[in-house]
T-cell receptor, first 113, second 113 residues
């Protein structure tokens, strides 16, 4: 009964390094999402995938890329990490319906020095 | 431009009393609203939602009220319990298939024994 699983849970990078955050869901959901949460702020949408084979930009996409590998997996890549990308990253999934809630993983805490 | 606002960063309530958390929004296209609860080092957990066609939705101790004319929603928790101590986020979306949720900044609720 895992739900949404994110790996790794913690990571420290140096400026300019690259990194891929992994996310997998076992709820057979069509839609998946990546958010970041910064202190004193709510979650902000980075990218989302409405269904397998599609991806779209959210509110704060700059500096990130995503890949919807299959229906279960949705990865987030930082090609050249910057200190401004220090944050907690959450992955979520949902049915492809506007009235169904998103289910979140426990997050990846990423620090960029 | 903060489309969803939670103006109270924190709230302290005595156990057994009512907790009222408030949220305001500016985008009149929003028609689905959710409340999430978040414990430290965990992902947000869905609590309750409401569609814009309703003005109230109840689930056990939790009730959400929506005032569309005022663009305001509130979450009532009664009676409040120590386990309710957490950060609460309201979120909103416009019906577009996949949900592009916009979150408020969160309110930290502390229930005192």
């Amino acid at each position: 009964n895992a739900g949404v699983t994110q790996t790794p849970k913690f990571q420290v990078l140096k400026t300019g390094q690259s990194m891929t955050l992994q996310c997998a869901q076992d709820m057979n959901h069509n839609s998946m999402y990546w958010y970041r949460q910064d202190p004193g702020m709510g979650l902000r949408l980075i990218y989302y995938s409405a269904s397998e084979g599609t991806t779209d930009k959210g509110e704060v996409p700059n500096g990130y890329n995503v890949s919807r590998l299959n229906k279960r997996e949705f990865s987030l890549r930082l090609e050249s990490a910057a200190p401004s990308q220090t944050s907690v990253y959450f992955c979520a999934s949902s049915e492809f319906r506007a009235d169904q809630p998103q289910h979140f993983g426990d997050g990846t805490r990423l620090s960029i020095l | 431009d903060q489309q969803v606002k939670q103006n109270s960063p924190s709230l302290s309530v005595q156990e057994g009393r009512i907790s009222i958390l408030n949220c305001d929004y500016t985008n009149s296209m929003f028609d689905y609203f959710l409340w999430y609860k978040k414990y430290p080092a965990e992902g947000p957990t869905f609590l309750i939602s409401i569609s814009s066609i309703k003005d109230k939705n109840e689930d056990g101790r939790f009730t959400v009220f929506l005032n569309k004319s005022a663009k305001h929603l509130s979450l009532h928790i009664v009676p409040s319990q120590p386990g309710d101590s957490a950060v609460y986020f309201c979120a909103a979306s416009a019906r577009q298939g996949a949900q592009k949720l916009v979150f408020g900044q969160g309110t930290r609720l502390t229930i005192n024994p």
